[in-house]
Every structure is written in C-alpha cells, then in structure tokens.
C-alpha cells in the first residue's frame, strides 16, 4: 500500500509539473505567437504609433495593455497605416470587435493623398456578426466589392467577443487565411488591381465601430 501511495503521489505531481509547462508555453506562445521565429518581425511595437500613420479622423490609441484601440467617431471610415509598403508578405495578429460596425485587415493599398479615399487594394474582412453577408476571412475591395468568400461552415471559427488569431499568407496573388488556427480561405486572385501597398486596420464608416489589435508581427517574403 505504501509504495503504491508513493507512485500515486508522483503520479499527481508529474502530470501537475507538466500541466504547468504546457499552460506556460501556450501563454507564452498566445502572447508572442511569431516572435521567436526566424523571419518574424514585430510590426506595432504596444507602445506608440511608430511606423504608423492615422488617416482619417476616427480614433486611434495605444490602450493600458498595450493593444491597439480603434474607435468610430464620425460618419467616415477610418484606417491606421504602416508607413512602408509590402507585397509578399505573412501577417499575425490578434483582434477583439467590441461593438457593431465591421472592420479589416487592408492590404497592397493606397489612399489619395491624405484622405481615407482608398484608390487600390482590398481588405480581409472583420465582421463580428455570424452568418451576414460579410464573413470574417473573406476578401472585398478593388473597386469590385465581393472577391472571395470563405465557406459558411467556416463561420462559428470566430470568437464574436474574444480575442481572435489571424494569420493572413500573401504571395504573388493567392491569399491564405487562417483564423483561430483554422484555413479558412485560399483564393487565387487573377486579377488584382495593386500588387503592392501599406497595410492598413480599419474602422467602417458609420461610428459604431470598436477595435482591439495586438501581437501585430509580419514576415516580408520580398525584402526578407
């Protein structure tokens, strides 16, 4: 009896130990999800705007947790920009929808001047309402609206009031979307308008919008 109480005890005490590991690693990893990969760049640095550039007039800031906070304040869209522009390219980020108003992950794009005009690129979708006509993970702009949809059973994938993980893959003109660790959409596009261009978050026009991004790394596959 006593030694099998021995082996128990250990039992319960390897199993707690590597519970423990595995929580760590998955935070860790939650936390930093490409940080030490060979290629991965940090792009948003949970500070300040650094590398950034408002347009528009909608709300933007830097929150006490060091997430990106995006706040409709107008009748107008409203987008937060990188300075440099990309082409091939993967991007991660985290984002949380806090109220009505859908939002996206704009990409090879260009404004006019320093309007919110948007004259090229399209957007991967951010929608927190399931089962609408604008599914998280599809692709619409290029002045031709609707470009590419995910499947509908795609759409339960995504936390309506939580963080999400997305991973967007650009190469020449086929995107890659995974949300949550999911593919949700590989489309190859034939035609698109711009092949290259900022990044840019958005805030849809309307003021309903509320936005959280965070853990914004990028791996640049033309100027690695």
Same mark, same amino acid.
């Given at each position: 009896?006593?030694?099998? +109480?021995? =082996?128990?005890?250990? /039992?319960?005490?390897?199993?707690?130990?590597?519970?423990?590991?595995?929580?760590?690693?998955?935070?860790?990893?939650?936390?930093?999800?490409?940080?030490l990969q060979p290629g991965w760049v940090q792009l948003f640095n949970g500070k300040d705007?650094?590398?950034?550039?408002?347009?528009g007039a909608e709300k933007w800031i830097v929150d006490e947790n060091g997430a990106i906070y995006g706040e409709g304040i107008s009748d107008k869209y409203g987008y937060l920009a990188t300075e440099k522009s990309y082409r091939d390219f993967h991007l991660s980020l985290r984002y949380k929808c806090e109220a009505e108003g859908n +939002?996206? =992950?704009?990409?090879? /794009?260009?404004?006019?001047?320093?309007?919110p005009k948007i004259i090229a690129g399209r957007q991967v979708e951010i929608d927190q309402t399931i089962g609408n006509n604008s599914p998280t993970g599809?692709?619409?702009?290029?002045?031709?609206?609707?470009?590419?949809?995910?499947?509908?059973?795609?759409?339960a994938v995504q936390r309506p009031y939580d963080w999400n993980d997305m991973l967007i893959q650009v190469e020449g003109n086929r995107y890659?979307?995974?949300?949550?660790?999911?593919?949700?959409?590989?489309?190859?596009?034939?035609?698109?308008?711009?092949?290259?261009?900022?990044?840019?978050?958005?805030?849809h026009s309307g003021g309903k919008g509320r936005m959280r991004f965070r853990d914004i790394y990028i791996r640049d596959l033309t100027n690695p």
């Open positions: 009896m006593k030694s099998s +109480s021995v =082996v128990s005890f250990r /039992t319960i005490a390897l199993l707690a130990v590597l519970m423990m590991l595995t929580t760590s690693l998955a935070f860790s990893q939650e936390n930093n999800p490409r940080k705007f650094t590398n950034w550039r408002k347009v +939002s996206g =992950v704009y990409i090879h /794009t260009k404004f006019e001047g320093d309007t599809g692709i619409y702009g290029d002045s031709r609206k609707w470009v590419a949809w995910p499947a509908p059973e795609f759409a890659i979307v995974h949300l949550n660790g999911i593919e949700i959409l590989d489309f190859t596009y034939p035609n698109p308008i711009a092949e290259e261009g900022v990044i840019a978050l958005q805030l």
